[in-house]
């Protein structure tokens, strides 16, 4: 298992950071689209894209069971998906992606409780984990205030609260998710590529399941949407699979509990900038000088959080 040190895996996981910091922005030229249509055709995009990371990843075979676990790890990604598309389209990519820096806690404990990275964790290390802990917690509280409550360009103040819970709970189903294939691709030895492509169907099968059990007519609303929104959900996909075969080949060198972060912290700062610069997520409130402080000040905080985590 490689540290911090090792500088590919840091680069890897980095741009993985930068893709999925800006895979959103196909989503806000499609609002109408409903997350649960949503997904399907983004879990088609991906595995579309999963065809080819054998030839990127390694190919090889898996065996019947982690194949098996792999499919069911694709399910669990996609349930926190289909959250987090909710929480886009409620909050904003800003506050959202805020919100999901709680995974990179969430993982960071499951690669050391489960597997067994960071076997040389000292007390010492403890408490510094404990701290990094308390400033991504303080920094997503910090966003959640942000919330707005007078009408105009961000989501109704309830809707918002909604949607960075819906982001919350996301982040409980990626981190699972996480542990998962770092177990199949590091703990047990199987090659990525192959990982990859048992994946992506369970992607798709769990994206259907979902929008039959949840969706209220979502699938009926997926065969008459407009090709223009398939297209650019479609786009995200492609973005998802390049930037998941991307953190694929960092975790081969950092983990779960050190990649995770880093690729949070950069996602985080891509996705806010997306949000508020190009989309305008915060603005309309009747104190913008403080809406704008809380809000820097609790990325600051979440970004210095994960970034303690990776490099103590």
């Known amino acids: 298992m490689g540290t911090t ?29 409903r997350p649960g249509a949503y997904n399907i055709t983004m879990a088609i995009g991906i595995l579309a894209g ?17 194949a098996g676990v792999a499919f069911i790890g694709g399910m669990t990604w996609v ?19 805020i919100a999901i820096n ?9 690669g050391i409780l489960f597997l067994g990275e960071l076997p040389g964790l000292s007390p010492p290390g403890l408490l510094a984990l404990a701290g990094a802990v308390g400033l991504v917690l303080l920094g997503s509280f910090l966003v959640t205030t942000t919330t707005k409550n007078d009408g105009a360009n961000v989501a109704d103040g309830g809707l918002a609260r909604k949607g ?20 199949i691709i590091n703990s047990a030895g199987m090659p990525a590529g192959t990982t990859f492509t048992a994946i992506s169907p369970g992607i798709v099968t769990g994206a259907i399941l979902l929008a039959l059990l949840f969706g209220g007519g979502e ?16 786009g995200q996909g492609l973005v998802w699979a390049v930037a998941m075969a991307c953190i694929m080949m960092g975790w081969r060198g950092t983990g779960i509990a050190l990649g995770t972060p880093v690729q949070v912290g950069t996602q985080t700062l891509i996705s806010s900038l997306w949000g508020i610069a190009a989309f305008g ?22 970004v210095a959080g994960i970034m303690a985590m990776a490099f103590f």
């Open 5 to 33: 040190s090792d500088l590919p895996g840091l680069f890897w996981v980095t741009v993985a950071g930068l893709l999925f910091g800006s895979q959103f922005v196909f989503s806000k030229y499609c609002p109408g689209f």
């Open 50 to 66: 999963s065809a080819a990371a054998p030839l990127f990843l390694g190919s090889g075979g898996i065996g019947p069971l982690m």
């Open 79 to 97: 349930a926190g998906n289909y959250l987090l598309i909710l929480a886009v389209a409620r909050a904003g990519m800003a506050r959202s992606f």
């Open 102 to 110: 709680f995974s990179a806690v969430l993982s960071f404990i499951g």
């Open 164 to 183: 960075l819970l819906a982001a919350f709970v996301a982040t409980v189903f990626f981190s699972i998710y996480n542990v998962i294939i770092a177990f």
């Open 219 to 234: 699938l009926r609303e997926w065969r008459g949407a407009p090709r223009k929104w398939h297209l650019l959900a479609l």
């Open 281 to 302: 997520e915060l603005r309309g409130h009747k104190d913008r000088r403080s809406v704008y402080a809380k809000f820097a000040a609790g990325a600051a905080l979440t």
